[in-house]
Every structure is written in C-alpha cells, then in structure tokens.
C-alpha cells in the first residue's frame, strides 16, 4: 500500500495559555484503509500577474475521491499573494510565506484549481495527491 | 504574539514513489500583506452533527473580506469510510474522511445585508404600536413622532438591528443570507403598524439590492453521526 503520511502542528502565543494543534493523517483512497493514495503530481511555478492560471485541471475521474492538494507560496516578499480559486469560487489568499493544504474533489470537468498573482510574480510550490488518473491520449 | 504553521509530508522510499519523500514547511501566520501575526482566533472548537443536513459552519459575513484568514479542519472519526465534505457556498471544496485534515486560505466574501428604513409621521398616541420581527413597540405616555422611532431603533429584534435618526428607523439584517424584502408602502403586511389617529409608518427599502453571502464555509456531514474540529485564524 501507497503511505503517505501529512502532518501538522499549528502553534501559538496568541492566547493567555498555551495553543498546540497537531494532526495527522495517512492520505488514503476514499473511504479505506485498505489502500493508500498511489498517484502523485508536483511542480514549481511562476505565476505572473494579470492572468487566471489552471493549477491543476479537473477530471471527472477524481469525483468524491480523497484528493489532497498541497499548495506554498515561496514569494520571500509578505505583500505578493495568489487567490486561489476553484471553478470561479475565491477560496482565498496566500501570501508569500503561506502555505495550504486542502481536499479537492473534482465535482465535474469545470472545477479546476486556478491561481491568480498580485503585486508581483508569485512563485509557488505544489504537489497533487490522488487516485483515478488516467493521461490524456496524445491529440497531435 | 506569533503562530506557527508547520506541515511535513512524507512517504517511504519504495512506497509513493522509488525514493523517500520529504517535504517539510513552517509559516507564520500573519495579516494580509504584513509579517505582524494574525491577531484573532474563534480558538479550537469541536462539533458533532446528528443528520446529514448541510449547515454553515462559519459565516463569511461575521469576518472581515479578502484578509488572509486561514481555517484548520479535521474529521475526527476513526471509522474509514466516514466523511463529511467542505463547501465555499455551494462549491464542493472536497470529501474529509476519517482522520483528514486541512488547512484552507479563506476569502471571507461578505454579502450585501438587505435593509429599508421606516419614516414615522403625523401624530402618534399613547398605545399606538408597531410590530415587526416578532417584536411589538407601543408607545407609553410620551407621546410623540419622535419617541415612537426612538422606542422602535431601542428594541432588540432578532434579525435585524435598528438605528434612529430623527423620525427615521434604518433597519439591516444581520444576516446577508435572509433575502426577505419587505413590503413597503405606509401599509406594509411586513411592518405592521396599528394606530388610534393618523400617525404613519412608511416603509421604504434602502437602495440597493441585497446578496447573499456567497463564501460561507458550510458542512455537509456524509453520515448522521460525524464529528469535526476546526478553528479559524482572523484579522
């Protein structure tokens, strides 16, 4: 079985006591633990401004499976940030420094992941994991 | 103050992939556009659902827009095939099973609360009422134009607030979601006004048309029973 394994801690002193969060998870396929994620896609990319980029395009085999989407801004400047949108729904903001990481289910062909910079070119750091992907077949 | 966001992802050589990976981030949150930590936080809450009715589990409108809010979720069950999915509105985010959690930038898109004010005029007596929102104001002894609309903006209503500006009311929903438009007119069956001589109440909406929020983050649990934990980071 494909392990893959996504922890996190979130910590801090913004309140009078203590606060520490941690979480981890096995990515695993959609209602298993018989069987792990096996499928992975990751890059770095540019991202200039202007334009509404696909991230990630959706396809119709990735309906209500587990798909995880990591997503770091690597901008070192605090003001640059990229919304995150997915099939014309603002999810948010990252901004240089942030990171996120979130489940994407792929409701129809329409629900890519897309990215849009501002401020500056944002450069950015992602991985996919998934199940049911099938490579397009060659058009040319 | 400072918060710590730190993710690592890995997976055994021979397992994902051939060899061993290691992918490990820290972020600090902070405010939009600054390196000032975010300063709020609704803290660590836990819910447990009893049906599979959909629910909103933070309103947009209760939050600044466009801020770098970002909102810790996770599904605490233990049972495998157990999930809820995480909506923006009414845009399928994705499925959270047993264990997942995630960490989401939220945009927090407000929407435009719907509101109309209410002019009071001529003469109103000592028992002459208005009613609205399930609340009824009757005028006491101080009988005046003036008092009515004072009286009015200072009772607690539960879906909108009121304010007063001479003999004029300006009523706002709380909640952009409530897309109820009120009747207007000085006889308005949604702003009911009932008096001994001519005093009048004329309703009249406040340009502008309502919308409803269109970036609550709502729950759809996949199973009755479903318990999740969350926490939302604010500016």
Wanted: glycine content about 8%; charged content about 15%.
């Amino acid at each position: 079985m494909a392990t893959t394994t996504a922890a996190v801690t979130l910590s801090s002193d913004l309140l009078s006591g203590s606060l520490s969060v941690t979480g981890t998870t096995t990515l695993m396929k959609a209602g298993t633990t018989a069987d792990g994620l096996n499928q992975m896609r990751m890059g770095r990319n540019e991202i200039p401004t202007g334009t509404s980029f696909d991230l990630l395009d959706a396809t119709a085999a990735g309906i209500d499976k587990a798909n995880k989407v990591y997503i770091s801004n690597e901008s070192t400047d605090t003001s640059y940030y990229v919304i995150i949108i997915i099939d014309a729904k603002v999810i948010g903001r990252l901004y240089g420094g942030d990171w996120m990481f979130l489940p994407w289910n792929m409701d129809d062909a329409t629900h890519d992941l897309e990215l849009t910079s501002y401020v500056g070119t944002n450069t950015i750091e992602w991985v996919k994991f998934h199940e049911n992907e099938t490579l397009t077949t060659q058009g040319d | 103050m400072a918060i710590t966001a730190s993710i690592t992802l890995t997976s055994g050589a021979n397992d994902l992939v051939t060899d061993a990976l290691a992918l490990a981030t820290s972020s600090s949150l902070s405010k939009a556009g600054a390196t000032t930590a975010l300063s709020n936080t609704t803290g660590l809450a836990r819910k447990t659902t009893t049906t599979t009715d959909q629910f909103i589990l933070l309103n947009a409108d209760n939050f600044t827009a466009d801020k770098a809010h970002k909102l810790y979720i996770k599904n605490t069950s233990t049972v495998a095939d157990q999930f809820f999915t995480i909506h923006i509105d009414d845009e399928k985010l994705g499925l959270m099973y047993a264990g997942d959690w995630a960490l989401i930038p939220w945009a927090a898109t407000n929407g435009v609360k719907a509101a109309f004010t209410v002019t009071f005029a001529a003469t109103w007596a000592t028992a002459d009422t208005a009613v609205f929102d399930g609340v009824t104001i009757a005028l006491g002894s101080t009988a005046t134009t003036a008092a009515m609309a004072i009286l009015v903006a200072a009772a607690r209503y539960p879906n909108f607030t009121a304010t007063v500006n001479g003999s004029v009311v300006t009523f706002t929903a709380k909640d952009s979601n409530d897309l109820s438009l009120i009747e207007e007119g000085a006889a308005s069956d949604d702003y009911v006004i009932t008096t001994n001589g001519n005093g009048t109440g004329t309703v009249a909406r406040v340009a502008g048309t309502p919308v409803a929020s269109a970036n609550d983050i709502k729950i759809t649990p996949g199973q009755a029973v479903n318990t999740i934990e969350y926490m939302l980071f604010y500016e």
